[in-house]
């Protein structure tokens, strides 16, 4: 189906043709990147249930070099990370409260891409964890259930990203949740939690699971964020 020239379509659907021909043009990249995205994780997954207890030798060095440089000024912030990315308050209140928020705002096409794209990493994560089941390093420092690829944390971490920014296209959304991904798989490293490989698988799937999530809900989601907000319109009203 060809695209309907630019001077065909009326003034006042020339906005909504333009979202929904952004949106389809924005779908394309994302298929070939999620397919090599969960290529990888799986092709890892596969790698590892094959050699057991045999981490691979960039894992063997990193936490060589993690072990290493332990001290109590770095033991806090990765203690943070530990408590933000997991545990009732990581797992249940943060989503909760960003669904909550995306609510609020009037975006339910958004919530309920986060709450899916959350739901679906967390039991990728099990899944691959117990089918692969690799055991964690023996330097851990925290407690933590049985397997360690992927690491569970940063995948969250790579979903929430992810998620926000697509929903949120802003520069400083990106640079933060990148930033706050990276450390969150720096942090799983520092405490022993997860080898390096397991971050990295994480971030991989994370990621991947929120495009693939987001593919099909893309159309509705650009629709909703060319809508403006009540209380925007009514500000601008009073101006």
Not at 136 to 147: K, Q
């Amino acid at each position: 189906m060809t695209e309907p020239h630019p001077a065909a379509v009326p003034p006042e659907d020339a906005e909504g043709h333009d979202v929904v021909k952004a949106a389809r043009v924005t779908r394309r990249w994302p298929v070939i990147a999620r397919s090599v995205a969960v290529l990888l994780v799986v092709g890892l997954g596969v790698i590892l249930a094959l050699r057991p207890g045999e981490p691979f030798a960039v894992d063997r060095e990193w936490m060589g070099e993690i072990v290493e440089h332990r001290s109590p000024l770095w033991l806090g912030p990765a203690l943070f990370f530990n408590y933000a990315g997991g545990t009732i308050f990581g797992s249940i209140v943060i989503p909760l409260l960003i669904f909550l928020a995306l609510l609020a705002f009037r975006r339910p096409w958004g919530a309920a891409f986060f709450a899916i794209a959350s739901i679906v990493s967390v039991i990728c994560v099990q899944l691959i964890k117990h089918t692969v089941g690799r055991a964690r390093p023996t330097e851990i420092l925290v407690h933590a259930d049985t397997g360690s690829f992927p690491s569970g944390h940063t995948a969250n971490a790579a979903t929430m990203v992810v998620v926000l920014g697509i929903l949120f296209p802003r520069v400083w959304v990106w640079v933060l949740g990148v930033a706050w991904a990276l450390l969150m798989a720096a942090s799983r490293t520092y405490l022993g939690a997860h080898w390096i490989s397991d971050t990295i698988g994480g971030l991989l799937l994370g990621a991947a699971i929120a495009v693939i999530v987001w593919t099909p809900l893309a159309h509705r989601l650009a629709h909703e964020a060319a809508e403006p907000h009540p209380f925007f319109m009514a500000r601008t009203a009073r101006q």
